[in-house]
């Protein structure tokens, strides 16, 4: 969502006419908060410290993103170096008053409007309507807004038309995704993007287990433009934890829809966020979460320890009774887990031809990409391999995260 919001930004910015330099000879600092955790937060406010050196009285600094709707007018009382705080999305008074401070009428030729790259990043809901009790994002995001199909239709086909071959909708849960005109759901709105003339692939993320429909699962494996990939935050694999979270899940669902989907499209890649040492977590419930990993091996796993984030439920009402260094254990020996697993799993591409949509390079020069689950691609020796391509790799060798591989013939 945040790659989405600094994109949005940064297409306002580069059309009005201004240009992406290093920071050293920008005129305008940009901070795109995140605060779903306090060390997100944290690192914010290092950043502005830090940027009080680069701070002159010709150069702005600017702060938008959720800690703007979390602190409020606040941050300009504590950060007196910040010129502007602009709440997501409310992009226009402040593009406004920057065309007031700079006037480049007299510079060089404006750059051509659009940043569009391979992939672009439509936001097709914006807030949350359900109420995790560890979570910050239905304060800070506010409830629920969902985007038109017709406007959703009309930015990809721009995006489409100006060189991107990946549409990828976002979500904090795009499963809830309805078009306000009536129109249908998110299976509706993923069939008629997937139509667009020139697409390739297209994502979405992320999921919610209480609100996936089947449909969407048939969509999905009907296509050959939709990605067969899940990004399903599970939490936890404990149902009294569960209901502590208020996930409006228990694990039987949430293993049902991993059958279904994996009858449907049996190499489909799943991707899966869980948090250790919630308030109760005793440990025979994270016992009941590495169970779950090891059964439903999936493919990648975001593990967070939990920390209490002030004004959450869980935060306020509940005792963060897990030690830390127990915390920490069971992080540790999830990440040797999920590493073992992965490892196991991508071993099974190996000798397979897979269709790699190409991103950019690797450090090394080395064309990489992305398969359509999910998985990351390398291509050894890719030379004439541009960002854009789509190219049939056969796979020579695999890590734990990606593969590596020479252009099939
Ligand atoms: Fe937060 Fe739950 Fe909404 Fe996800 S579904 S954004 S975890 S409240």
């Known amino acids: 969502m945040n790659a989405a919001d600094s994109e949005s930004l940064a297409r306002r910015l580069l059309a009005a006419g201004y240009q992406e330099e290093s920071l050293e000879r920008a005129d305008v600092a940009i901070l795109n908060t995140c605060v779903v955790r306090q060390a997100s937060e944290d690192?914010?406010?290092?950043?502005?410290?830090e940027l009080k050196a680069w701070k002159t009285p010709e150069r702005t600094i600017a702060l938008t993103g959720c800690i703007v709707a979390k602190e409020g007018d606040d941050l300009r009382r504590r950060f007196p170096q910040l010129d502007a705080v602009v709440p997501i999305g409310e992009y226009e008074g402040f593009l406004a008053g920057l065309a007031a401070r700079y006037d480049y009428s007299e510079g060089e030729a404006l750059p051509s409007a659009g940043r569009t790259g391979v992939s672009h990043y439509v936001r097709v809901i914006q807030g949350c309507d359900h109420n995790c009790t560890f979570c910050i994002v239905p304060?800070?995001?506010g409830r629920e807004r969902h985007v038109p199909i017709a406007e959703v239709l009309e930015e990809c086909r721009g995006a489409v038309e100006a060189g991107a071959r990946e549409v990828v909708l976002l979500g904090q849960n795009v499963d809830d995704y309805h078009d306000p005109g009536?129109?249908?759901g998110l299976a509706a709105l993923v069939r008629d993007v997937e139509a667009i003339p020139g697409l390739r692939r297209l994502r979405f993320m992320t999921s919610h287990p209480q609100d996936l429909e089947p449909e969407l699962l048939e969509t999905m494996a009907a296509s050959d433009v939709v990605c067969r990939e899940l990004q399903l935050p599970v939490q936890s694999g404990d149902d009294g934890i569960l209901k502590r979270m208020a996930r409006g899940?228990?694990?039987r669902h949430y293993r049902a829809i991993v059958e279904h989907a994996r009858a449907l499209m049996p190499d489909i890649g799943l991707a899966t966020d869980v948090i250790v040492g919630f308030p109760g977590e005793s440990e025979a419930a994270f016992l009941n979460t590495r169970r779950l990993l090891e059964e439903i091996e999936f493919d990648v796993v975001h593990l967070a320890m939990y920390s209490p984030r002030p004004g959450?439920?869980?935060a306020t009402r509940m005792a963060d009774d897990v030690p830390d260094v127990e915390k920490l254990r069971r992080l540790n020996d999830l990440l040797a887990l999920v590493r073992e697993i992965a490892t196991r799993k991508t071993a099974r591409w190996v000798g397979r031809d897979v269709?790699?949509?190409i991103e950019g390079s690797d450090e090394?020069?080395?064309?990489?990409?992305?398969?359509?689950?999910?998985k990351r691609a390398v291509v050894l020796r890719g030379a004439g391999i541009s960002p854009g391509d789509v190219i049939n790799l056969r796979v020579l060798k695999a890590t734990a995260g990606q593969l590596m591989g020479l252009p099939a013939a």
């Open 43 to 49: 690192r914010v406010y290092s950043k502005l410290h």
């Open 355 to 357: 269709e790699v949509l």
């Open 182 to 184: 009536g129109r249908g």
């Open 312 to 314: 959450t439920f869980a």
């Open 364 to 374: 090394l020069g080395r064309p990489y990409g992305r398969i359509r689950q999910g």
């Open 139 to 141: 304060r800070v995001r």
């Open 249 to 251: 899940y228990q694990t």
